[in-house]
């Protein structure tokens, strides 16, 4: 009767059904009687449980009953879940989204998962909801959740830092027969300006690869801004434009543009950029050149009047013209 009243009144509360561990990875949880969660860890006695940003797994008491109606029979932790709770449909909640519950308060990193291996449920019923309704989150406050308890969702903060990643295209990188530079750069150059860099990946120049994380960045961590460095120029094996093209929504071509204009300026080749920049639902993505130099000055150009634009993709700025 209370989740009904609080969602009549549009509180966004539900309750804690079950809190569950296990000590090994790759199995389903068994309950505890209460969840002792620490900062930069997890749930003690928690085998995904480290400094990381899946450290406990959220899951909707709700979708798991309407699973089970259809045959399922699953139990609390079968997903290998840590928290079910009723009455809140986490899915629909953005990354970012704070949680409180007990005395601990909790905040959402991801949505959804990427299953690389069906577990019995899927091979039972065809589909397993965890990928599909699972959230995952950090602990940002210690303390202990019970059973019962009430959690509340927190909203947003919208002041957070911008989150960010870098991911360098390089075949010879990404075999190890040469150092990359551009990345740490890049990585550097974020962090300098106050940005969370979330991810640092060093692929080859494979297109579907790339468009995998561009995805799972982008839908399933909904980073603010993605970093992309190589494979813009015109050899064959550069197709960077093209794999970001091909996961875009929109198109923001001013920044690439920019970048270009200025490049200019310092060497005529510039003009063989074949840089992009678009906009994948609320994630901003910037291809660069290849090289620590290009890098660093691309991202000096385009810092400043860049912070404006992903405030408007967070909807806490609205107007781009001068006053």
Not at 121 to 138: D, N
Not at 239 to 263: C, F, K, M
Request: glycine share 10%; net charge neutral; with cysteine.
């Amino acid at each position: 009767m209370e989740l009904e009243k609080n969602q009549k009144e549009g509180k966004q509360k539900g309750k804690v059904h079950a809190i569950c561990i296990s000590d090994i990875r790759g199995v389903e949880k068994h309950r505890i009687l209460e969840g002792h969660f620490i900062v930069d860890f997890g749930i003690e006695g928690d085998a995904h449980g480290g400094n990381w940003h899946r450290q406990v797994s959220l899951l909707s008491y709700d979708k798991v009953q309407a699973f089970n109606e259809r045959g399922a029979d699953v139990t609390d932790g079968a997903f290998g879940e840590n928290l079910v709770v009723e009455g809140i449909d986490f899915r629909s909640l953005p990354v970012g989204t704070r949680l409180a519950a007990g005395t601990a308060e909790l905040e959402i990193t991801q949505i959804g998962k990427e299953c690389h291996s069906h577990c019995a449920i899927y091979h039972r019923m065809g589909e397993c909801i965890m990928p599909r309704e699972g959230v995952f989150a950090k602990v940002i406050k210690e303390g202990r959740i019970r059973p019962g308890d009430m959690m509340e969702v927190l909203g947003v903060n919208q002041k957070r830092p911008f989150t960010a990643a870098v991911i360098v295209l390089s075949d010879k990188g990404a075999k190890g027969e040469r150092k990359d530079e551009s990345g740490p750069e890049a990585k550097n150059r974020l962090e300098e300006a106050g940005y969370q860099v979330e991810e640092l990946l060093l692929l080859p120049d494979e297109p579907e690869v790339l468009k995998a994380h561009l995805i799972r960045l982008a839908d399933s961590r909904q980073l603010d801004l993605i970093v992309t460095s190589g494979g813009t120029g015109f050899s064959l094996r550069d197709q960077t434009p093209e794999a970001v093209l091909s996961v875009a929504h929109r198109n923001a071509p001013g920044i690439a543009e920019y970048i270009r204009y200025r490049s200019m300026q310092v060497t005529d080749r510039a003009i063989l950029s074949r840089g992009v920049s678009v906009i994948r639902n609320k994630t901003l993505i910037v291809t660069l050149p290849g090289s620590p130099k290009a890098v660093r000055e691309s991202l000096g150009f385009i810092m400043g009047p860049l912070e404006h634009g992903l405030k408007i993709l967070r909807g806490s700025e609205s107007e781009c013209g001068r006053q």
